[in-house]
């Protein structure tokens, strides 16, 4: 049986940094947006950066830009400045949540936020923040899941154990035709789509259980203090979505899951 994690820090192990190096592919298209948008300097806020992406790899190819990265939690501030300095990369962190961003007004050039919207509930809100600290004819981009093997495992782990926590933060929802065009609103221009997906590759199932749990643990490990047995429950529906749906052997005792589909939104804050 696999131990409860509380959080997305507490699993700060090596399998969370396994999963979240394969992330790179999105990295690279938010280093890319923001080249086009800055050039060779600017300021950069990377929200919800977790332990600092794409945050360092933006501080590591643009040398002139001065990058953010904020999390919620401080945890994961310290693995982005720790990440930082070994990729020699200049960044500084702060503690915040992405609904409460402690800068002043038209801070930023660019603001980047990695996946972190689509696990927030009040989605209006970060975007509203996010226009906030932007200035006028700045730069927001996006990325979130379009296809999930980690939301599609814990959707059925939700439905098995009665839990509506994950689907009232409905993680999927940003990829519903429209509704980043309805969410951005009025108060935004040049607004692009694009996608890309890439496969997660584990060393062993009990490896990708944890990982593709990530999304609800805390709330399976609340559940775990008043029915012991959760966990074997998750597992089984982990084993059997994985036997049905998209789950390859390695052929070494591995195992790949895919394809996770990502969209990235980029849109400019129209000016004043």
Same mark, same amino acid.
């Given at each position: 049986?696999?131990?409860?994690? #509380?959080?997305?820090?507490?699993?700060? #192990?090596?399998?969370?940094?396994?999963?979240?190096?394969?992330?790179?592919?999105?990295?690279?298209?938010?280093?890319? /947006?923001?080249?086009?948008?800055?050039?060779?300097?600017?300021?950069?806020?990377?929200?919800?950066?977790?332990?600092?992406?794409?945050?360092?790899?933006?501080?590591?190819?643009?040398?002139?830009?001065? =990058? #953010?990265?904020?999390?919620?939690?401080?945890?994961?501030?310290?693995?982005?400045?720790?990440?930082?300095?070994?990729?020699?990369?200049?960044? +500084?962190?702060?503690?915040?949540?992405?609904?409460?961003?402690?800068?002043?007004?038209?801070?930023?050039?660019?603001?980047?936020?990695?996946?972190?919207?689509?696990?927030?509930?009040?989605?209006?809100? =970060?975007?509203?923040? /996010?226009?906030? =600290?932007?200035?006028?004819?700045? #730069?927001?981009?996006?990325?979130?899941?379009? +296809?999930?093997?980690?939301?599609?495992?814990? *959707?059925?782990?939700? +439905?098995?154990? @009665?839990?509506?926590?994950?689907?009232?933060?409905?993680?999927?929802?940003?990829?519903?035709?429209?509704?980043? *065009?309805?969410?951005?609103?009025?108060?935004?221009?040049?607004?692009?789509?694009?996608? @890309?997906?890439?496969?997660?590759?584990?060393?062993?199932?009990?490896?990708?259980?944890?990982?593709?749990?990530?999304?609800?643990?805390?709330?399976?490990?609340?559940?775990?203090?008043?029915?012991?047995?959760?966990?074997?429950?998750?597992? /089984?529906?982990?084993?059997?979505?994985?036997?049905?749906?998209?789950?390859?052997?390695?052929?070494?005792?591995?195992?790949?899951?895919?394809?996770?589909?990502?969209?990235?939104?980029?849109?400019?804050?129209?000016?004043?």
């Amino acid at each position: 049986m696999v131990g409860a994690v #509380t959080s997305f820090a507490g699993a700060g #192990t090596s399998i969370y940094s396994a999963l979240f190096e394969q992330n790179r592919p999105a990295w690279e298209l938010f280093l890319r /947006v923001t080249r086009e948008a800055i050039g060779d300097a600017g300021d950069v806020l990377d929200v919800a950066s977790g332990p600092g992406e794409p945050a360092v790899t933006i501080a590591r190819s643009i040398k002139g830009a001065r =990058v #953010t990265a904020s999390d919620k939690e401080e945890s994961m501030t310290v693995k982005a400045a720790a990440r930082a300095a070994k990729a020699g990369a200049s960044l +500084e962190v702060i503690v915040a949540s992405a609904e409460d961003i402690p800068r002043s007004p038209a801070s930023f050039d660019v603001v980047t936020m990695s996946y972190g919207l689509s696990f927030v509930s009040d989605k209006p809100r =970060v975007v509203a923040e /996010v226009a906030r =600290v932007l200035r006028p004819g700045g #730069t927001f981009a996006v990325s979130y899941w379009r +296809e999930s093997q980690a939301i599609r495992i814990c *959707e059925a782990i939700s +439905e098995k154990i @009665g839990s509506r926590e994950l689907a009232a933060r409905d993680p999927l929802g940003c990829a519903r035709p429209g509704f980043m *065009e309805t969410l951005l609103g009025d108060g935004w221009t040049d607004v692009t789509h694009e996608s @890309g997906s890439y496969d997660y590759t584990f060393e062993s199932a009990d490896d990708a259980f944890s990982a593709m749990t990530l999304p609800m643990r805390s709330t399976l490990a609340h559940l775990a203090e008043g029915t012991p047995d959760v966990w074997a429950k998750a597992r /089984v529906v982990f084993d059997a979505f994985v036997a049905e749906h998209h789950g390859h052997n390695t052929g070494e005792g591995g195992l790949i899951l895919g394809p996770n589909t990502f969209g990235l939104t980029v849109a400019r804050k129209r000016k004043e």
